[in-house]
């Protein structure tokens, strides 16, 4: 069997590294691939961590999403079969990290081309309700624009455009955690449901996507696991790990959403329209993680067995439960630098929350 060569963008990131993961996972008899992970710095401890676990497998390249010529140009037309394409919200749009990507990885003889993106209330509306979140309309924008460039070259490339919900690893510990409770809690009805998904789903549904174009092609889906009110989050963490859901003061949630646009936008339509995505339909593909399942296998939150099946005011009380378990995310052979970068903060755009 040909090797496969995938470029996949954001691989220090929690969604390219996923997708990495779960590359790395595939079954010894899989067709062989080799990782073209894009970093801007490859000197990070990060991009160091992917590159020394996997030498044989993983590459590192150094380059920058908005100017993607020199990705292209430096490696043999036709030589990169598939690209997962994460973009990130902040001072350079959306489309610009994408739209001249995707062009220069088409005109470079890329075959099938994976598309982050975000779901806007199920797999048919999303086409049509770009919805006035900038974050969200910018990536309806990138989806349109590879949807036009496929059928403008009938047979030249397709794609597989992903949807994730919010994710489950919002909600890693730490203040931006506590905030993301605060934020539900300022602004949604203790009735409303949010979709939640893990990254690790996401990298496996990309991974699907990239190592199986005939089966993927030409398909945009919502990705979800689980969808909760904030009561039954709150229910189901103190039930897994015997501790209260991290959450911050409900006022400092109430300026956030506030101060930045774009994220009371987000939260809004989390409380009028939100996501549809099939949670269902997801979960008969590939084996989707709940909230539960996510907080004791891949969270970073200790669980422990000993309380499972018994009472919140039990756990409520017991200050210092014994056998304790690290629940952390396998990630083989790698450190607390890659850990830690999956995890870090998702504040990370000038614009607010990478909701
Ligand atoms: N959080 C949520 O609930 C949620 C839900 C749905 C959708 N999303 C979407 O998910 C996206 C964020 O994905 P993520 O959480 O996986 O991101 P992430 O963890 O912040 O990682 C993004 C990675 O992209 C790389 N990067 C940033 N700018 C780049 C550039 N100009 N060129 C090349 N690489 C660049 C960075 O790596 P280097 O520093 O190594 O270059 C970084 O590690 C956003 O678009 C957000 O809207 C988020």
Redesign the pocket.
Known sequence: MATQTILV????????GATIKSLLDRPKDASPIHILA????PS?P??QTLATAHPDVVELVQ????TPEPIFSARPKGSIHAVYV????GK?S?ET?AIPLIEAAVAHGVQHIVL?S?DRGGDEKSWTNPTKIK?FYE?HNIELHLRELARAQPGKFTWTILR????L??WAPGMMGKMFSAMIAASMKPTTKLQLVS?RDIGMFAAAALTDPERWAGRAVGLAGDELTLGEAQEKFERVTGQTLPQTWTFLGSLLLWMVADVGNMFAFFEEEGYGADIEARRRELPTQDFETWLREGSQFEYSDIFLGSSPSRNRNAAHPPARRKARAKYPNTDTAFQQ?QN?L?L?SPDG???
Do not use: I, M
């Open positions: 963008l954001g691989a220090t990131g929690k969604q390219g894009l970093t801007r710095n990070s990060a991009a380059g920058d999403s908005t994460v973009t990130l919200p350079v959306e990290q982050s975000v974050h990536k994730p919900v919010a994710f690893d919002n990254a970068s870090k998702v990370n929350l990478a909701v």
